[in-house]
């Protein structure tokens, strides 16, 4: 790559401030709205049932296109797309009451309470049962990177939603944070069955598998520093350091999870510890010269030059560890009753309340945090300080109130039945299988994104494509990985790293 097309890809990607907080909000909408036309459809229909070519072109226009639109031609007018993709569902839904009343949840009387747990404990239902909108999260969530990664590099792209420099907010801000808290929220499965199944936690075997799973990470993470150096590949300096990526991130994130875990936690619960050790950080950042030197030291030995994802890290293992605690609390088929408590009531939608309870609780915070006089703190994706936590944590706690609310409403007795095969049947018809392949290969698709974008990258000349250049492109690209993932999940692979 000539010196001067380096410069002017590098440029490209920096010294940018963002945009603001409720545009990103209505951009991403688009992910939860498009998956309530396609669970209108399902719901109403049936219409991804017999899942043919026309049934997975569909999904992929609903829940990939529409996010490609989103963030690219729809940009400047995501409430219109999003109204476009509501309106058909209301309409559908409306005029689909018969199919509604057949799916509609049976109550049960409080007196058959305990018949009815018994029956679920007979007939063999799990304490963790299958959760449809987490899939969509999830899915969704990587159909969103996945195109970022590579329309980030083309002008159709807003400048406004690539990372900032330093301070402010944006949607690739957003996606790398989202990427930590959903691995921390499905993080919680495998700690649940070890505490349903009675095992204590030995800390040297924690710390044993926690390095075992960051190594393949950790290959990716220098595969990917030595070919974007031997390639001589344009690099944003201050996103992570000269040497440190995203894959590093990821790799150190399980050894820190395990290392937390392992201190005396004092009764304090997960997302306790995970604001103790953020705001910890932040003290830091506040009253020492750390701030100045993650932003204007020179890069003149190892540490300094990889400063950003060093100090990040801080910030990286508080979201995680907030995505863990949400699942330990909305993974199991029963949760807390936090939800029940700050209401003074019982809810009918017990799941959603829940969610609802994260969501108010860490939006308040990252009020509080940005708009209290005497904080009055910015966020900051490089430093990964106390409000990018709580930015990200209000973020997709409310995303995860939408999918739920979806769900909620389009398929009302997903988990009234009193047998784990009816369920297992139900929640297939409920999901996605577009999103679903993405969220069960995510992080193979991330790697293969990656390898994907390097490749567009070094034989297009992504600055001066046209429109429609740059869109068909990025369409050929997200639908590769749409088939890919789908084939994959259509045979049962799971690629494991």
């Not at 490209?12 to 688009?30: D, P, Q, R």
């Not at 950080?281 to 701030?291: A, E, F, R, W």
């Not at 409310?398 to 909620?408: P, S």
């Not at 996605?432 to 969220?439: G, K, P, W």
């Amino acid at each position: 790559m000539a010196q001067s097309y380096k410069s002017l890809k590098e440029n490209f990607v920096s010294n940018l401030s963002g945009g603001s907080i409720s545009e990103i909000n209505y951009v991403t909408a688009v992910a939860p709205t498009a998956v309530l036309l396609w669970s209108a459809l399902q719901s109403s229909q049936g219409f991804f049932v017999g899942y043919g070519p026309i049934a997975f072109l569909t999904d992929h226009l609903l829940n990939v296109g529409a996010i490609l639109a989103a963030t690219t031609i729809y940009s400047s007018a995501p409430v219109a797309l999003n109204l476009l993709l509501i309106l058909p569902a209301i309409i559908l839904y409306l005029f689909s009451s018969k199919s509604r009343t057949r799916q509609k949840r049976p109550l049960h009387p409080k007196s058959a309470k305990g018949e009815l747990h018994a029956r679920h404990n007979q007939d063999g239902l799990g304490p963790l049962p299958e959760r449809p909108f987490i899939t969509h999260y999830r899915g969704s969530m990587m159909v969103v990177t996945c195109v970022a990664i590579l329309a980030v590099d083309f002008q159709v792209f807003p400048r406004r939603f690539a990372k900032v420099e330093t301070w402010g907010t944006s949607l690739m801000d957003m996606g790398v944070g989202s990427f930590v808290f959903s691995a921390g929220l499905v993080s919680a499965r495998p700690v649940l069955k070890a505490r349903g199944a009675g095992e204590t936690s030995d800390v040297a075997a924690s710390l044993k598998a926690a390095i075992r799973h960051s190594l393949p990470l950790l290959a990716l993470g220098f595969i990917r520093l030595y070919s974007v150096k031997g390639l001589d590949y344009a690099e944003h300096v201050s996103e992570y350091g000269v040497h440190w990526n995203f894959f590093f991130t990821l790799a150190f994130l399980p050894p820190s999870v395990a290392f937390v875990q392992a201190l005396p936690n004092w009764f304090l619960s997960v997302d306790m510890i995970a604001l103790f050790v953020s705001c910890i950080y932040q003290m830091v950042l506040d009253s020492t010269s750390i701030t100045a030197f993650i932003l204007t030291a020179p890069r003149d030995h190892l540490f300094s030059q990889n400063r950003e994802g060093v100090f990040s890290m801080f910030g990286y293992l508080s979201i995680f560890l907030v995505g863990q605690a949400v699942g330990l609390d909305v993974l199991p088929r029963t949760g807390s009753n936090l939800s029940t408590f700050i209401l003074g009531f019982k809810s009918a939608y017990p799941l959603l309340m829940r969610l609802l309870t994260w969501s108010v609780w860490f939006s308040v915070l990252l009020f509080l945090a940005t708009s209290y006089s005497a904080l009055a703190l910015q966020v900051s994706r490089r430093l990964a300080n106390l409000p990018y936590v709580l930015w990200v944590c209000a973020f997709n706690c409310v995303q995860l109130v939408l999918f739920c609310a979806v769900e909620t409403l389009l398929f009302p007795g997903l988990y009234s039945t009193t047998d784990q095969r009816t369920e297992k049947q139900r929640c297939k018809h409920a999901t996605s299988q577009v999103l679903a392949a993405f969220n069960r290969n995510g992080l193979a698709i991330f790697l293969l994104a990656n390898l994907l974008t390097g490749l567009v990258n070094l034989s297009t000349d992504t600055l001066r494509a046209g429109q429609g250049r740059a869109i068909g492109t990025i369409f050929i690209y997200a639908t590769a990985l749409s088939l890919i993932a789908t084939c994959l999940y259509r045979n049962n692979l799971s690629i494991k790293l």
